[in-house]
């Protein structure tokens, strides 16, 4: 270890000081600790004066160090890796510091880049020169320097473990007494006969090609180790699955790891672990969102902290972060910059000018963009730099106890978990064994789902038992069929409902297939017509060869999964699924194509393939092979598809109050609740002596456990939570739900304890209506509440005295009138938005309907009846947006109205954006011009070609009659620019639009309390 002294440091600031004698003293303690490993840092920006990079305190430094015996080196203090970027580093200290940049402050001097070597020896020659040293001085400088360097290399593998993997300890996982293979071995055996699976000659064999392979590599005590986690999750209560290509492996299902059989789905081993894939195996698992940092203690309290790290994740600028940075470092107007970070997409800093000059809804900045000066400079400067570091929202370290030997770790924020300083790429290539425990918000719904039935009905359902959840429920595939799925599992998304609605999935495996047609891959390289085509008969059924027809049947002739590729390059050439897999995965690198197509040519003809035979077969798998989708990740995607789907047909009160409580998918909750009520679920108001923190079902009619008299099912409501009261902390939802019943508003002030401001929206949206008086009454009594208290400067002693000291009662239990107007309905409706975020007593476009029929507009129920190519007039609240990358590489903004009576699916081309896209993306409530498009039984969209915002039209009906509104509709749409011709090419020969998503839409909740979601590539 060597110890620099800089210039910031004590001596360096008694050098610039001009104090050699103090800076001797200062140095003295130093010397006696550290001694030969005791550096003078040196350091020259060609700033003025004799302060930190001074060539006069840079000369100082190196002549002092000579006069005490002690090494001084060069250093260059680099901050950046080009020269020309101070100003992106000053904005960086102003973010960091949350100032503004004083330009009469010490600026960056613009010389802390990485430079060459030849740059540093003339800074060498010029500290010496000014010291007074000869030219062999400034060499000895610069080979100090080296050798200085040299010493700190850090070596890969001996200093952090590069290369091997270090599992815990065998005794950790059971295996004290025994080699880990011999316990994973008996732990599968058992598996075999607990599963029913005993008498089954090819699982046996599938069992043992796997075990074989896994003590070639060494894995056994990975495997156990993955088992003990999930087995003390389970034993926690907690929903627990496996995800990827994991799924894909027996001996995983065996041990409880993953949920479905791999035979059963036709799974392969081989793209998951073989003995031609030496990498280490990967496998994720999800459990409930909610609980996941307590899976986190558990890991940790049965590995111990010394074997146990999160890993860390880089937050880096992306062009809003960027946006508000830069502006509030040059000092901009606050509300102004807010203004600016909110009008781009989420997108990269650095695509900020490309932007401006090509999307259509940024042509108002577009035209103020010079007003800004260098904003725009440094914002791109920023784009991809840290901005602070986060723990990694699922990777977790797993070692033996020498693991704080090979990481760096700090204690995260809040729970205080110890947290690698590498973040995931890092340590993948570390040789770090990293199980990602994904938190998944579905799981916390469907468990909370499931928790509710029990209280309410003491039936305890265990949706992973078939007996239970029936893998073929007819109710369950109908509701699918009828893409009526928001809400559920990878099946919500506008395109997926338009998918499931042409595929009509009736099995498991449909449910397979539609998950992984719905990805980049297989719709950029249009496997979903030519399967739905095969799947409906409207097209023959097609094989390469008749020998291909087994792994090709599943899916009508259409490549689809990546075993499919696997299986067919194995038949062709023979060389083994292992080796398969190895050319599948190298068909995504353009440079080695060639060399296996070569390869797959010579060795199916010396198999007796005839030349157009391996002619075609190599071009559905150069075609597909990159494309396709890991059938181990779709089977365990459909797991919980499939099961949240059977909850919605079965038990749909339930399953909303999990929704809602755990916010687990792309839509906002008042798209979610106009869904109930379309369900037939009654919406039971918000009620402090009913409603829970979490959302809750209550029984409106019926018996609970079964039919009434007249043979009517029960009915089951859903009450709203406390917790979506805006500003309500949950430990004030706690002590309000702890306290009940109440048995007036003065019980309820008195033990709940509410904030005023809390008290006030919990009587605006009719929680305390109970207590008799309107709600105006209310609120000017909690004002009198409020009032008694501050006199009496207690809660407690306000109760005798003030005018709030004593509210007039009726009956002993209800709140007296004072004779104030209730709030109408526009104010109910205002305050549920603006409280709840949700329209809960009705849906906000009922107070649009006879305006919206005076315009023509067609419902959304009444839409299905609407013939294909019609030109319509739809309207509703927006409820998404999405731009995600199509197969035509062009830019698609896809959005969903909710017009009270069903959602309305319309996609806007691009020769509409410059009409549209502004009003699309920054108007909640539209109303649409456009032509209806159908491609099957259940699926329906409208192609949007002009956009208006509803509320302004609204207004304009008021103000100027329905002639007006008339005239405005009437105006010219003026034709859009079209499309850029600009693409990104991916790696796989992908083209996408530059504005297109990054990321697929919808895989996180809509957070905050905004009214509709919109995804990482959209604007608003």
């Not at 939802?733 to 929206?761: K, M, N």
Request: overall charge neutral; some cysteine.
């Amino acid at each position: 270890m060597y110890v620099l002294l800089g210039p910031g440091s004590e001596v360096g600031r008694a050098l610039a000081a001009g104090r050699p004698d103090r800076a001797a003293r200062l140095l003295a303690p130093w010397r006696e600790v550290y001694g030969d490993a005791l550096r003078l840092e040196a350091v020259h920006h060609g700033r003025s004066g004799t302060g930190p990079g001074s060539l006069r305190l840079a000369a100082r430094t190196v002549g002092f160090a000579a006069d005490q015996g002690l090494t001084a080196v060069l250093t260059n203090a680099v901050r950046y890796a080009d020269p020309g970027q101070g100003p992106v580093a000053d904005v960086l200290d102003a973010a960091r510091r949350l100032v503004p940049i004083d330009p009469r402050g010490p600026l960056d001097s613009g010389e802390r880049w990485l430079k060459d070597p030849a740059a540093m020896a003339a800074a060498a020659d010029r500290i010496a020169q000014a010291a007074g040293l000869r030219p062999a001085d400034a060499r000895r400088l610069l080979e100090d320097t080296r050798r200085t360097a040299q010493g700190c290399v850090v070596d890969p593998e001996d200093d952090l473990g590069m290369g091997s993997v270090h599992f815990p300890e065998p005794w950790l996982v059971g295996a004290a007494h025994r080699t880990a293979q011999r316990v994973l071995e008996s732990r599968a055996c058992a598996g075999m006969v607990l599963r029913g699976y005993a008498d089954r000659r090819a699982y046996w064999d599938r069992m043992r090609e796997e075990l074989d392979v896994i003590a070639y590599h060494g894995y056994a005590s990975y495997f156990l180790t993955v088992a003990q986690v999930v087995d003390d999750v389970r034993k926690m209560g907690i929903r627990v699955a496996a995800r990827g290509s994991g799924a894909g492996s027996l001996v995983n299902h065996l041990l409880g790891i993953a949920h479905a059989d791999p035979v059963e789905q036709g799974l392969l081993m081989e793209r998951f672990l073989s003995k031609r894939r030496p990498v280490l195996p990967d496998i994720d698992i999800d459990v409930e969102s909610a609980r996941r940092l307590e899976v986190y203690r558990e890991i940790i309290g049965r590995f111990g902290a010394e074997r146990v790290a999160t890993v860390a994740m880089p937050e880096t600028y992306r062009v809003r972060h960027a946006i508000r940075d830069v502006g509030a470092a040059l000092s901009l107007d606050p509300a102004e910059t807010d203004r600016l970070a909110k009008a781009f997409p989420h997108i990269r800093a650095r695509d900020a000018r490309a932007a401006l000059a090509e999307l259509p809804e940024l042509a108002g900045v577009r035209a103020e963009a010079h007003r800004y000066g260098r904003l725009w400079e440094l914002v791109e400067g920023l784009d991809a730099l840290p901005r602070g570091i986060a723990m990694h929202p699922c990777g977790v370290l797993l070692s033996d106890a020498s693991l704080l030997a090979r990481t760096p770790v700090v204690p995260t924020s809040g729970e205080g978990f110890p947290m690698s300083q590498f973040d995931k790429d890092d340590v993948e290539d570390l040789g770090l064994l990293k199980l990602d425990v994904l938190g998944v918000r579905m799981q916390s719904a469907m468990a909370h789902a499931v928790a509710e039935i029990a209280r309410t009905t003491g039936r305890r359902i265990d949706l992973d038992d078939p007996a239970q959840v029936p893998p073929g429920d007819r109710a369950t595939y109908e509701l699918i069929r009828s893409a009526e799925t928001l809400g559920c599992f990878q099946i919500e998304s506008p395109g997926q409902r338009d998918l499931v609605g042409r595929l009509q999935p009736s099995t498991f495996h449909d449910l397979v297939v539609d998950i992984s047609l719905f990805r980049p891959g297989p719709v950029a390289a249009d496997m979903v017509r030519p399967f739905i085509e095969a799947r409906h008969g409207r097209a023959p059924v097609r094989y390469p060869h008749p020998d291909l027809e087994g792994p090709l049947r599943e899916t009508y002739g259409v490549v689809v999964f990546h075993e499919q590729i696997i299986r067919i390059v194995d038949i062709l050439t023979g060389c083994g699924r292992a080796e398969a897999d190895r050319v599948r995965r190298g068909l995504s690198d353009p440079e080695s194509q060639g060399r296996i197509k070569a390869w797959f040519a010579r060795c199916a003809a010396e198999r007796g393939y005839a030349p157009e035979v391996v002619a075609r077969t190599w071009e559905i798998v150069e075609a597909f092979g990159s494309y396709g989708f890991c059938k181990a990740h779709a089977v365990a995607f459909a797991v919980p598809t499939y099961q949240s789907a059977w909850l919605k047909a079965h038990h749909p009160a339930a399953f909303y109050a999990g929704l809602l409580t755990h916010d687990p998918g792309m839509y906002p909750k008042r798209l979610l609740l106009a869904d109930a009520r379309r369900r037939g679920v009654p919406v039971l108001p918000l009620d402090v002596n009913r409603s829970a923190t979490a959302h809750r079902i209550e029984l409106v009619s019926g018996a609970a456990d079964t039919a009434d008299a007249a043979g009517a099912p029960p009915v089951w409501g859903l009450r709203l939570a406390l917790s979506d009261v805006h500003g309500m902390s949950g430990a004030e939802a706690a002590r309000i739900e702890d306290g009940q019943p109440y048995a007036s508003l003065r019980d309820f002030w008195d033990r709940a304890h509410p904030g005023r401001p809390v008290a006030e929206r919990l009587a605006q949206v009719g929680a305390l209506d109970a207590f008799g008086a309107n709600r105006r009454d209310l609120l000017l009594h909690l004002s009198e509440l409020h009032g008694a208290q501050r006199a009496a400067g207690t809660r407690g002693g306000g109760r005798g005295g003030g005018r709030g000291g004593q509210l007039p009662l009726e009956g002993g239990r209800s709140t007296a009138s004072l004779g104030l107007p209730d709030l109408d309905d526009a104010e109910r409706l205002s305050a549920e938005l603006g409280v709840l975020g949700m329209d809960a007593s009705r849906h906000l476009m009922g107070d649009h309907h006879a305006f919206l029929a005076e315009l023509g507009v067609v419902p959304a129920r009444s839409l299905r009846e609407t013939e294909h190519g019609r030109t319509v007039l739809v309207a509703g609240a927006k409820a998404a947006t999405q731009t995600p990358p199509i197969r035509s590489g062009r830019r698609v903004v896809f959005t969903t109205l909710d017009d009270g009576t069903g959602l309305v699916d319309l996609a806007f081309f691009d020769d509409s954006h410059e009409a549209c896209a502004h009003t699309v993306f920054h108007s909640f409530l539209l109303l649409v011009r456009g032509v209806v498009q159908r491609r099957g039984p259940q699926s329906l969209s409208v192609v949007g070609s002009a956009a208006w915002n509803l509320a302004e039209l609204a207004e304009l009906r008021a103000e100027g009659g329905l002639e007006a509104v008339a005239a405005r509709l009437a105006e010219p749409v003026v034709p859009g620019g079209g499309d850029s011709g600009r693409r990104v090419h991916l790696p796989t020969g992908y083209e996408m639009h530059p504005w297109a998503d990054l990321q697929p839409a919808g895989e996180g909740a809509a957070t905050g309390r905004k009214l509709w979601h919109s995804s990482p590539g959209s604007a608003g």
